[in-house]
């Protein structure tokens, strides 16, 4: 049902109660027992015939005795004399409702109708006329059938506060991943990022737990040179092979690099964003082969001083998109392939992504905790959770799109447009936010439609049945 169309029902709803309203009301100022005054009509009506029969006798003996005897008085001023008398009674007009089925002609006598009350057709007609007892029973009633989705003031604070305080971690706790110089301008690096990449701590947990795969999962897209691609992918170095090779993608490797497992080929991205993929002559194997080999070959490589690039990071590289940021005291703004690989040889790999993850997971842990906490405290049930769940998403899309801004802020003004100040787990949590949201909300409305749709179906029903 269109905006339209359903203005225009609740103006023949809103009609109809202002109608139903001023009848009600008639009927509650006719305080009287009918039987009572049917036994008195039936009274009067007998005390009537016997003083007319009464006037017949007194008539004839007049008239024996040759006396005149006027005339009887004519109905009419009998009934002049009542229409006198009852008009002074306020009659109630009933109105007139069309009965050929337009319902053009309806909404127009029913705004025709509510505009000599002063109601304001640009709001809600049915607020301003309907009993607010009425209303709430209404709301009340809709909330549960299809859940309340409203917030209300604790609502809006728990998600300013979860994104204020991803965003205060995020500025304290993840910062940039290491120390370094931007612009002149000497920058803290996260505290929890060093512990991460510290180079003993990274060297014994490799050798404790991962080096053993190195031999186990050799591939044949971990050309670490130009050279060793035979010239064809440009820029290629030790320090961004990874980076380039979309096999070493943490997400994208389950795809890229298992099919170049499968084909004995390497899948690049040159230093001018173009995707190559290089054939090395490495002998195909199977599916299942492939998965474990990618698998233990990500293992092998994590905790390594280059480290792995954070997940779909490597597709910044594709193309030569300009940026908004410049690395360079000239202030030139560099393509995204130059920032990308500027912000990963300083540090931005995986497990400063996972340092970046505090910040999604903290909007999320309070908001979901938060919502949980107050359903069980109202006695809510995992079916009514349900139909509010388009409550949840949208309280946790604005959480993560303040922790978002929050960061570009962090970006552009406390860290001087430094790129590696970006977080780039926060960013990656609004397509999933944004996604839910959308989702829930289209549920809801099919749910919503699909109730009126029965709702109006049985109205035709009836009205049929009456006709």
């Known amino acids: 049902m269109s905006g339209d169309q359903l203005s225009a029902a609740a103006a023949v709803v809103a009609y109809q109660a202002v109608t139903l309203t001023e009848l009600r009301g008639l009927f509650d100022q006719v305080e009287f027992d009918l039987k009572d005054v049917l036994e008195r009509e039936l009274r009067v009506s007998d005390t009537l015939d016997s003083v007319e029969s009464e006037f017949d006798a007194v008539r004839a003996r007049l008239q024996a005795m040759g006396i005149l005897v006027p005339a009887q008085e004519s109905q009419s001023s009998a009934v002049a004399t009542v229409s006198v008398e009852t008009s002074s009674y306020r009659r109630y007009a009933v109105p007139v409702v069309p009965t050929d089925g337009d319902f053009d002609q309806l909404v127009r006598l029913a705004e025709a109708r509510l505009d000599l009350l002063g109601i304001d057709l640009t709001r809600d007609p049915l607020q301003q006329v309907l009993p607010a007892g009425q209303i709430a029973r209404s709301l009340r009633s809709y909330a549960e059938e299809h859940g309340d989705v409203s917030w209300d003031e604790t609502d809006w604070t728990v998600v300013l506060v979860a994104g204020v305080l ?107 964003g173009q995707l190559i993929q290089v054939a090395t002559g490495a002998p195909p194997i199977d599916l299942i082969n492939a998965f474990i080999t990618q698998v233990r070959h990500l293992l092998s490589d994590v905790y390594t001083p280059a480290g792995l690039q954070p997940p779909f990071f490597s597709l910044l590289q594709l193309g030569q998109i300009n940026s908004p940021f410049a690395l360079g005291p000239s202030g030139v703004k560099l393509p995204w392939t130059d920032v990308a690989r500027y912000m990963y040889t300083n540090g931005y790999d995986l497990r400063h992504f996972f340092t970046m993850g505090i910040t999604p997971g903290v909007v999320s842990a309070i908001i979901r905790g938060y919502w949980l906490l107050k359903s069980y405290a109202t006695g809510g049930t995992a079916a009514q959770r349900k139909l509010e769940h388009a409550k949840l998403t949208s309280m946790l899309l604005l959480g993560h799109t303040i922790a978002t801004s929050g960061t570009l802020v962090k970006t552009g003004l406390l860290f001087g447009m430094n790129p590696a100040a970006l977080n780039y787990n926060q960013i990656l949590a609004m397509a999933p936010a944004t996604i839910a949201w959308f989702k829930e909300a289209i549920a809801r409305d099919h749910r919503i439609n699909q109730a009126l749709e029965k709702e109006w179906e049985l109205l035709l029903t009836e009205s049929e049945g009456q006709s």
């Open 166 to 272: 991803a965003t205060l971690l995020d500025v304290i706790l993840v910062r940039i991943p290491q120390d370094s110089t931007f612009l002149g301008k000497e920058q803290t690096g996260s505290p929890l990022t060093k512990w991460l990449q510290d180079k003993d701590r990274a060297q014994d947990v490799h050798a404790r737990f991962f080096k053993r795969f190195e031999k186990l999962a050799k591939v044949p897209y971990d050309a670490s040179t130009t050279w060793a691609t035979g010239g064809l992918v440009s820029g290629m170095r030790p320090a961004t092979h990874r980076l380039q090779s979309l096999g070493h993608d943490p997400a994208l490797g389950f795809l890229f690099g298992v099919a170049d497992l499968m084909h004995g080929a390497g899948t690049y991205i040159d230093e001018a």
